[in-house]
């Protein structure tokens, strides 16, 4: 099992270290806030993951491919909230400076910031299939299945933590390198790039 682990956080390594919408995110945040003010958005990208993996297991993926209008109804979910947050950083006007404490009012709440990353990756209806596919050949089908995938989660959940905490530190090294309007294109940078995202997401087919 201890050998299985091992390839399966490996896999879940390169699959997490592959920018896409959290990564950009996390990145986004770290440049803004600092690694502490982005700490809530990695805690949002960990439950996601628990519960892609909770939906596998229950079967969720397999829902969204065999169903169009449910995986319809993820997708343009995801699409409209990532052109949504997209816009939001390009149209950021700034305030990207270290954080004097909590008091700075023009910082976005812990509350905001969880919730950002918990939405981008929860309404990809990508990370269902791709669980559903991925997770089934690491559990053994002749042992109890469910702790199977509690342990499975855990170890992706903490692969990715580590992950996207280097991808926030990467950030917040751009804040203190770069002058605020480096740091605001980069911001925009990644904006423009959710919306890329987003549109590649929109032309994204069920595969029947």
Not at 79 to 99: D, E, N, Q
Not at 139 to 158: G, S
Request: net charge positive; charged share 10%.
């Amino acid at each position: 099992m201890s050998q299985t682990l091992l390839i399966f956080a490996f896999i879940a390594f390169v699959t997490a270290a592959t920018p896409g919408p959290t990564v950009l995110l996390a990145l986004s945040n770290g440049s803004r806030l600092g690694w502490r003010g982005a700490l809530p958005g990695l805690f949002g990208a960990v439950l996601s993951d628990f519960i892609l993996v909770g939906a596998a297991a229950l079967g969720l993926g397999a829902l969204l491919a065999a169903s169009e209008f449910w995986f319809s109804v993820v997708k343009w979910v995801g699409v409209a909230y990532l052109v949504w947050l997209g816009i939001a950083l390009i149209r950021s006007k700034g305030s990207l400076s270290m954080p004097e404490g909590p008091a700075d009012a023009k910082m976005p709440s812990a509350h905001t910031v969880f919730m950002r990353s918990f939405l981008v990756a929860v309404t990809n209806p990508k990370g269902y299939l791709f669980v559903s596919a991925f997770l089934p050949q690491f559990i053994d089908l002749t042992q109890a299945q469910w702790p199977q995938y509690v342990v499975l989660a855990i170890v992706f959940a903490a692969v990715d933590f580590v992950v996207m905490f280097g991808y926030v530190v990467a950030g917040a090294q751009a804040l203190r390198v770069l002058r605020a309007k480096g740091v605001l294109w980069l911001e925009r940078f990644c904006g423009g790039t959710l919306l890329v995202l987003a549109g590649s997401l929109a032309f994204y087919r069920r595969q029947a």
